[in-house]
């Protein structure tokens, strides 16, 4: 993090200001489902969140997009209590040896190809993330589904976000 300080105190002695923007969040249905979650959802009980499912499936998803996904998945919850993760090589568990850099752009270092996590969110909201790209067929990808106690809503991530609601029948 010594660059981003660096960064933030070169823009402080210049008084200039940082605004870090998630285009996802973008959106009057997403910003309005997420102030009437409890009356159109109910109780939130889980999330389930999904990466890209390409080829940038693992460490790359996760970098480039899984904080843009978290952070939607922050407006349906509160602060995360604790987060255990399963991450893969090429069908192997992850060793250090396996720490590459995407060859464009000199993204990393990056960790894995298929990653699966589990966090658990006060008060008991419990969310997974799955960046696999075998999923890519059967999965949309850049989505969270979320499943409340009354219905059921998911959010395929954009600028804007689309918002899908299924209102269970009584």
């Known amino acids: 993090f010594k660059e981003a300080d660096e960064l933030l105190q070169l823009a402080r002695s210049r008084n200039l200001h940082f605004a870090v923007v998630n285009p996802y969040r973008c959106g009057e249905e997403l910003l309005g489902l997420a102030a009437h979650a409890g009356e159109v959802l109910g109780e939130i009980l889980e999330i389930r969140v999904t990466g890209a499912l390409d080829e940038a499936s693992g460490g790359e998803d996760l970098l480039l997009q899984g904080g843009l996904l978290f952070d939607l998945a922050r407006l349906f919850t509160r602060s995360p209590a604790w987060c255990s993760a399963h991450i893969t090589c090429r ?80």
């Open 91 to 170: 069908g192997d568990r992850v060793v250090a040896e396996d720490v590459f850099f995407r060859r464009s752009g000199g993204i990393g270092p990056l960790l894995g190809d298929r990653i699966r996590a589990e966090i658990l969110f006060e008060p008991g909201v419990s969310m997974t993330f799955l960046s696999d790209e075998r999923y890519r067929d059967v999965r949309p990808s850049l989505c969270l589904e979320i499943c409340g106690t009354r219905n059921r809503a998911r959010i395929v991530a954009g600028a804007p976000s689309r918002v899908f609601v299924w209102i269970e029948d009584d």
